[in-house]
């Protein structure tokens, strides 16, 4: 129990097979209505009042300094105990029964007010409960709620660089003027030094690697070139000797058909 607060929960009846549907606070001056409570019965009072114990009891003292821890040291024997065979303490006859059922009446409440304690000390445990998890799914939401503004924010400002990508290019199309295209991704540039210097930028090692690979094609297309040379020349020599070689034979043709004739005058044969 806690002292301090005045819950005494730890002296509360264990259920039992009868129902109540509300606890009503109407005698204790209010007319609110407490939601539906588990089953209830009240417990059976045994012993005699401890009245030594009782009597050591300083109630003026209790009410003045609000000694809860004193109260709760004597709420089980006070709401528990039988006080049907009270005596008179000056006739030593019975108990006005009046008084009886006074007392009878407020142990029967205080049980039942323990019981609507212990109800309400539950619900209130479940509410607890419940707000943790709404604060865990509240933290989780907001978490959610930042990374999506998070990348609200990226599309924001790639829509800007868009719309400016866009905007450079209706100037471009409309004016009808040159400009040179990055060969590496969609940025184009007025000026050939601007693009040389995006790519030492954005693409310094695809660069690198372009020039590689057009070294290696120029270097390529000067020994097809060479080839072409060599082969145009061979080609040439070819002829000339070819050329050459005809100019003989037809010289040593000639030359035969002169000594054929000279051999065989016209009209011999």
Same mark, same amino acid.
């Given at each position: 129990?806690?002292?301090?607060?005045?819950?005494?929960?730890?002296?509360?009846?264990?259920? =039992?097979?009868?129902? !109540?549907?509300?606890?009503?606070?109407?005698?204790?001056? =209010? &007319?609110?209505?407490?939601?539906?409570?588990?089953?209830?019965?009240?417990?059976?009072?045994?012993?005699?009042?401890?009245?030594?114990?009782?009597?050591?009891?300083?109630?003026?003292?209790?009410? =003045?300094?609000?000694?809860?821890?004193?109260?709760?040291?004597?709420?089980?024997?006070?709401?528990?105990?039988?006080?049907?065979?009270? !005596?008179?303490?000056?006739?030593?006859?019975?108990?006005?029964?009046? !008084?009886? +059922?006074?007392?009878?009446? *407020?142990?029967?409440?205080?049980?039942? !007010?323990?019981?609507?304690?212990?109800?309400?000390?539950?619900?209130?445990?479940?509410?607890?409960? *419940?707000?943790?998890?709404?604060? &865990?799914?509240?933290?989780?939401?907001?978490?959610?709620?930042?990374?999506?503004?998070?990348?609200?924010?990226?599309?924001?400002?790639?829509?800007?660089?868009?719309?400016?990508?866009?905007?450079?290019?209706?100037?471009?199309?409309?004016?009808?003027?040159?400009?040179?295209?990055?060969?590496?991704?969609?940025?184009?540039?007025?000026?050939?030094?601007?693009?040389?210097?995006?790519?030492?930028?954005?693409?310094?090692?695809? =660069?690198?690697?372009?020039?590689?690979?057009?070294?290696? &094609?120029?270097?390529?297309?000067?020994?097809?070139?060479?080839?072409?040379?060599?082969?145009?020349?061979?080609?040439?020599?070819?002829?000339?000797?070819?050329?050459?070689?005809?100019?003989?034979?037809?010289?040593?043709?000639?030359? +035969?058909?002169?000594?054929?004739?000279?051999?065989?005058?016209?009209?011999?044969?």
């Amino acid at each position: 129990a806690d002292s301090s607060s005045g819950n005494l929960l730890d002296l509360s009846p264990a259920p =039992s097979s009868a129902s !109540l549907s509300h606890c009503s606070l109407a005698g204790m001056g =209010s &007319t609110a209505t407490l939601g539906p409570l588990p089953t209830f019965q009240f417990r059976p009072r045994h012993g005699s009042p401890d009245w030594r114990r009782l009597s050591a009891v300083d109630v003026e003292r209790v009410a =003045s300094e609000l000694d809860v821890v004193a109260l709760q040291e004597h709420l089980g024997h006070v709401t528990f105990c039988s006080a049907e065979r009270l !005596l008179c303490p000056h006739c030593r006859g019975p108990a006005d029964p009046l !008084l009886l +059922k006074l007392v009878r009446l *407020a142990q029967l409440s205080i049980e039942y !007010l323990l019981h609507c304690q212990e109800h309400l000390g539950a619900q209130l445990q479940g509410r607890e409960q *419940a707000l943790r998890a709404a604060d &865990t799914r509240l933290e989780e939401v907001g978490k959610e709620v930042a990374q999506r503004a998070q990348e609200m924010k990226l599309l924001k400002e790639e829509c800007r660089r868009r719309k400016k990508m866009i905007s450079t290019q209706q100037m471009m199309l409309e004016a009808r003027a040159s400009y040179h295209q990055c060969q590496f991704c969609d940025k184009a540039f007025m000026n050939y030094s601007f693009l040389q210097s995006h790519m030492q930028r954005r693409h310094k090692e695809e =660069s690198h690697t372009e020039q590689k690979k057009k070294a290696q &094609t120029d270097k390529l297309q000067d020994e097809i070139d060479k080839l072409k040379e060599q082969l145009q020349l061979t080609k040439s020599l070819l002829e000339a000797e070819q050329q050459a070689h005809m100019a003989r034979f037809s010289k040593v043709v000639y030359i +035969k058909e002169e000594e054929i004739t000279l051999l065989y005058p016209k009209g011999v044969l």
